[in-house]
């Protein structure tokens, strides 16, 4: 039995003696990787940043990109009518933002939107809507992190689904037309890349049949975007 303690006291010392050098390689690791990556960044920050701190050179007042490309995640809810009860939906976007100074832009891009409801007399039967929409406007950045917009939406609707208990089917998309919409927004840049945009939309009728399908929105949709290109910076 002594020996058995003896051994196992051992293999204990041995264990402890083996996580404190593991401890010390780590810590020398960690201090060497932090030694390399210190110098890098901040010789890495970008001239307009150096400009800022120490006050040289022209003014950052009128620097900014010409073309920026974003893509987004969407949720929204959207409401057609009194007849029906709006679900909460996702959708995706590119935005192609083109600017003309610092403060001012024009934006174009393509969204995948499908709308989707249930009718409150019925709620076993839904209906979902998917179009390419397609916004033209116009962007103001008052300062920059905020940006206001607003504009209009061709949507183009690419299928018309209902569901009813466990029957799927598809409506006729001759009876229905592409329409206009319209938007007006707010985005706030949480960070250089990543920015939050919320909007408001509606459209207009875009049935040929108004008494039987008529499809009108209007909702609140929520946008996370990611910044994945720009061009060069330039000072006008």
Same mark, same amino acid.
């Given at each position: 039995?002594?020996?058995?303690?003896?051994?196992?006291?051992?293999?204990?010392?041995?264990?402890?003696?083996?996580? $404190?050098?593991?401890?010390?390689?780590?810590?020398?690791?960690?201090?060497?990787?932090? @030694?390399?990556?210190? *110098?890098?960044?901040?010789?890495?920050?970008?001239?307009?940043?150096?400009?800022?701190?120490?006050?040289?050179? *022209?003014?950052?007042?009128?620097?900014?990109?010409?073309?920026?490309? +974003?893509?987004?995640?969407?949720?929204?809810?959207?409401?057609?009518?009194?007849?029906?009860?709006?679900?909460? #939906?996702?959708?995706?976007?590119?935005?192609?933002?083109?600017?003309?100074?610092?403060?001012?832009?024009?934006?174009?891009?393509?969204? +995948?939107? *499908?709308?989707?409801?249930?009718?409150?007399?019925?709620?076993?039967?839904?209906?979902? $809507?998917?179009?390419?929409?397609?916004?033209?406007? /116009?962007?103001?950045? *008052?300062?920059?992190?905020?940006?206001? %917009?607003?504009?209009?939406?061709? #949507?183009?609707?690419?299928?018309?689904?209902?569901?009813?208990?466990?029957?799927?089917?598809?409506?006729?998309?001759?009876? +229905?037309?592409?329409?206009?919409?319209? @938007?007006?927004?707010?985005?706030?840049?949480?960070? &250089?890349?990543?920015?939050?945009?919320?909007?408001?939309?509606?459209?207009?009728?875009?049935?040929?049949?108004?008494?039987?399908?008529?499809?009108?929105?209007?909702?609140?949709?929520?946008?996370?975007? /990611?910044?994945?290109?720009? %061009?060069?910076?330039?000072? &006008?």
């Amino acid at each position: 039995m002594i020996d058995n303690h003896k051994e196992l006291l051992n293999i204990n010392v041995f264990i402890f003696n083996n996580l $404190i050098i593991t401890f010390i390689i780590m810590k020398k690791c960690f201090l060497i990787i932090l @030694f390399i990556i210190s *110098p890098n960044y901040i010789f890495s920050q970008s001239g307009e940043l150096l400009l800022q701190q120490y006050n040289k050179g *022209p003014s950052l007042d009128n620097y900014y990109s010409k073309i920026e490309i +974003y893509i987004g995640a969407d949720i929204f809810r959207m409401k057609k009518n009194e007849k029906t009860k709006p679900i909460i #939906n996702f959708g995706g976007n590119i935005e192609v933002i083109y600017n003309l100074s610092r403060t001012f832009g024009i934006k174009t891009g393509l969204n +995948y939107f *499908p709308v989707k409801y249930f009718y409150k007399n019925d709620e076993k039967l839904k209906d979902l $809507i998917k179009y390419i929409s397609i916004p033209i406007g /116009l962007k103001l950045s *008052p300062t920059e992190k905020s940006k206001f %917009s607003m504009g209009i939406n061709y #949507n183009n609707i690419k299928k018309a689904v209902f569901y009813n208990r466990n029957i799927k089917g598809e409506y006729n998309l001759n009876e +229905y037309k592409n329409t206009l919409g319209f @938007f007006i927004g707010y985005e706030y840049i949480l960070w &250089k890349l990543v920015g939050i945009n919320i909007k408001y939309q509606f459209s207009k009728e875009n049935s040929l049949n108004k008494i039987i399908k008529a499809e009108k929105y209007k909702g609140l949709m929520l946008t996370i975007k /990611l910044k994945t290109f720009s %061009s060069k910076i330039i000072n &006008k």
